[in-house]
């Protein structure tokens, strides 16, 4: 027999509707998910003639620029004078090339002190 409680518990189960089973996690979803965040999306653009022209001679002239300022350095370094003793000095105290000898102590306008004290540095 059913008692009052039974028959409520009947209309619930009625009422409910079609039951579903659970729905289970999507592995495969959730994958793609990260494959989305950890794929680098570059979007290709069309570079145009003109803007890669005007860059690339952006670039010529800084080049050209650097070395013409270059040369002038070099230039104003081959004025200064300095003493072969004091080259001398320098390459055997320092124990280095001619070259690098000769290139601090023009750059230090010929005073071995400062050139010395920068080859230390």
């Given at each position: 027999m059913a008692t009052e409680g039974d028959v409520e518990?009947?209309?619930?189960?009625?009422?409910?509707?079609p039951e579903r089973p659970p729905e289970k996690p999507r592995k495969h979803d959730s994958g793609a998910?990260?494959?989305?965040?950890?794929?680098?999306y570059a979007e290709e653009k069309e570079i145009q003639s003109s803007n890669l022209e005007t860059v690339m001679s952006v670039i010529g002239d800084r080049r050209s620029r650097e070395?013409?300022?270059k040369q002038?350095?070099?230039?104003?370094?081959?004025?200064?004078t300095i003493k072969k003793e004091d080259l001398e000095l320098i390459m055997t105290e320092m124990e280095i090339s001619r070259a690098a000898a000769e290139r601090s102590?023009?750059?230090?306008?010929?005073n071995v002190?400062?050139?010395?004290?920068?080859?230390?540095?």
């Open positions: 518990l009947e209309l619930e189960t009625e009422t409910s509707g998910a990260d494959l989305e965040r950890v794929t680098d070395q013409k300022a002038e350095r070099e230039k104003e370094l081959a004025k200064v102590l023009r750059e230090h306008m010929g002190v400062e050139a010395l004290i920068a080859l230390t540095n």
